[in-house]
């Protein structure tokens, strides 16, 4: 199977730091993809990760165990405009086919 | 183009009535995909475009729903006797690799009366 679970909602504070988990079934996937897409709004790509390991861009990061089935996407320095869904998407092989969980949604307060 | 291009922005059509979506991917991508959202879900794959050849059909929901890509470029989603249920956004996404990531455009709502 290809489930993807992620969380439906978190809350968190402007300036601090947010974890959105992620968790797949291992067999088909061949990389994990992380999306936001704010309300009205076409999803943007952030991040992939192939390999095993945190892979970093600016205030983003992403991290990944493919033996765990399990990836998270960490938000640091938290602003208002960070309030949005991120979406976790699995790879089959040859990246042909995305397999998007339904997204976690994020309210940042002040 | 700089984007990918997507028209209707919005449809409303009636129940029973044909439509047909069409998206403009980005000049040089050869892969190009078709999804929709519901309101409130994830993202539901349909079909994946190789070129002009549809290696992965799976996801279309009945034989109501056809694609057709044509010139390695622009594609039409066509939805025959719409039923309520179709109602969602529909998203088209291209890419050069898989790897890129994909680029969505703004999606065309539809909403069938």
């Known amino acids: 199977g290809q489930n993807i679970d992620q969380p439906t909602e978190m809350t968190a504070t402007e300036g601090a730091i947010v974890q959105i988990n992620c968790t797949y079934q291992?067999?088909?996937?061949?990389?994990l993809f992380w999306y936001q897409q704010h309300a009205g709004e076409a999803p943007t790509f952030l991040s992939y990760?192939?390999?095993?390991g945190l892979e970093e861009k600016g205030r983003f990061s992403s991290f990944l165990s493919r033996s765990k089935g399990y990836s998270y996407l960490l938000l640091k320095e938290l602003q208002m405009k960070d309030s949005a869904s991120y979406l976790c998407?699995?790879?089959?092989?040859?990246?042909?086919?995305?397999?998007f969980g339904t997204g976690t949604r994020l309210l940042v307060s002040p | 183009g700089a984007g990918v291009s997507q028209s209707p922005s919005n449809k409303v059509t009636e129940k029973g009535k044909d439509v047909e979506l069409r998206c403009d991917p980005i000049?040089?991508?050869?892969?190009l995909y078709w999804y929709r959202q519901s309101l409130g879900q994830g993202l539901e794959f349909l079909i994946y475009?190789?070129?002009?050849?549809?290696?992965?059909k799976s996801g279309l929901p009945s034989d109501r729903f056809s694609a057709e890509r044509t010139g390695g470029s622009v594609s039409t989603l066509t939805i025959q006797r719409t039923q309520q249920e179709d109602s969602a956004v529909y998203l088209c996404?291209?890419?050069?690799?898989?790897?890129?990531?994909?680029?969505f455009g703004s999606g065309t709502r539809l909403t069938v009366v």
């Open positions: 996404a291209s890419s050069l690799s898989g790897l890129d990531g994909y680029t």
């Open positions: 291992t067999s088909g996937f061949n990389g």
């Open positions: 990760n192939v390999l095993d």
């Open positions: 998407a699995g790879a089959n092989t040859g990246f042909q086919k995305l397999v």
């Open positions: 000049s040089g991508h050869t892969a």
């Open positions: 475009f190789q070129g002009n050849s549809a290696p992965d």
